[in-house]
T-cell receptor, first 116, second 111 residues
């Protein structure tokens, strides 16, 4: 059973470009979470999604950031018009559908975004 | 406010010695679990140990154990017989709907 997969592992963008980060959850997992880790800091929650639904986006910046988890395919975190402050490691985690608030989350290897 | 505090930004321990990393948290929830993750330079998040909040017995995983004081909202990690491979960032936190992480403690292990 493959773990959580994220791609790309490293992404370089110039200011003003768009960044798309992908996350494929573990098989059987229907919940996806995105976290951001700025340099020298811990992980901060961004958004929690189920298939075709955003459940909690309280950690998402109000502008330029969006996330989706379609019925088919991976979850996508999209950052439009990137700025240098978006440079960070972005982690995806997934969990199974039962006992939602108590479930262990399994982390992917992260995508390191560098904005030039 | 839901917060997690790790008051030790960096610690050092001699190989084979014991070290304790501190963590306090603040939540009004009753059913959650606490965790410690290790993050080596590869940045992969590796679960070290977890503790359900309703359990009074402290969790143990080989050389890793916790001291969970629920009333004090304290959840420290003890690493016994430290090894060079234990050197990493360590993050504590708790899980209720989503993970709440502390800012991390960098552990150095001296040979």
């Amino acid at each position: 059973n493959a773990g959580v997969m994220q791609n790309p592992r490293h992404l370089v963008r110039r200011r003003g470009q768009e960044a798309r980060l992908r996350c494929s959850p573990m098989k059987g997992h229907s919940h996806v979470y995105w976290y951001r880790q700025l340099p020298e800091e811990g992980l901060k929650f961004m958004v929690y999604l189920q298939k075709e639904n955003i459940i909690d986006e309280s950690g998402m910046p109000k502008e330029r950031f969006s996330a989706e988890f379609p019925k088919e395919g991976p979850s996508i975190l999209r950052i439009q018009q990137v700025v240098r402050g978006d440079s960070a490691a972005y982690f995806c985690a997934s969990s199974p559908p039962n006992r939602v608030h108590y479930n262990e989350q399994f982390f992917g290897p992260g995508t390191r975004l560098t904005v030039l | 406010a839901q917060t997690v505090t790790q008051s030790q930004p960096e610690m050092s321990v001699q190989e084979a010695e014991t070290v304790t990393l501190s963590c306090t948290y603040d939540t009004s929830e009753s059913d959650y679990y606490l965790f410690w993750y290790k993050q080596p330079p590869s940045r992969q998040m590796i679960l070290v140990i977890r503790q359900e909040a309703y359990k009074q017995q402290n969790a143990t995983e080989n050389r890793f154990s916790v001291n969970f004081q629920k009333a004090a909202k304290s959840f420290s990690l003890k690493i016994s017989d430290s090894q060079l491979g234990d050197a990493a960032m360590y993050f504590c936190g708790y899980n209720f709907n989503k993970f709440y992480f502390g800012s991390g403690t960098k552990l150095n292990v001296k040979p």
